[in-house]
């Protein structure tokens, strides 16, 4: 099993910065990915970042280049560092895990963060 307990996130003024933190514990041996998901009422949740164990990552093309994915190996973290932030980021965040446990394999997600851009 894998938890997952996000940090960050609140109310910010267009064009203003916020960092969001997940750390994941439980009886992981490796990470696969961590990543983050965000979704606004009636929708779809939608990948915002990942950061792949070889150390690749992926953006959505509404972020790129304004948001930052970032992990700690060592810690079992990932942070989202988002800049430039517009209203459409509204959203609540969720963190999400993919690990290689002792015994096999978990995924899990956050408890959710929300996210609000506005004047």
């Known amino acids: 099993q894998v938890q997952l307990v996000e940090s960050g996130g609140g109310l910010v003024q267009p064009g203003g910065s916020l960092r969001l933190s997940c750390a994941a514990s439980?009886?992981?041996?490796?990470?696969?990915?961590m990543g983050w998901y965000r979704q606004t009422p009636g929708n779809e949740r939608e990948l915002v970042a990942q950061?792949?164990?070889?150390?690749?990552?992926n953006y959505a093309d509404s972020v790129k280049g304004r948001f930052t994915i970032s992990r700690d190996n060592a810690k079992n973290t990932v942070s989202l560092q988002m800049n430039s932030l517009k209203p459409e980021d509204t959203a609540v965040y969720y963190c999400?895990?993919?690990?290689?446990?002792?015994?096999?394999?978990?995924?899990?997600w956050g408890q959710g963060t929300q996210v609000t851009v506005s004047s």
């Open positions: 439980g009886s992981i041996f490796s990470i696969v990915w």
């Open positions: 999400y895990a993919d690990v290689r446990t002792y015994t096999g394999r978990a995924q899990g």
């Open positions: 950061f792949i164990s070889r150390g690749d990552t």
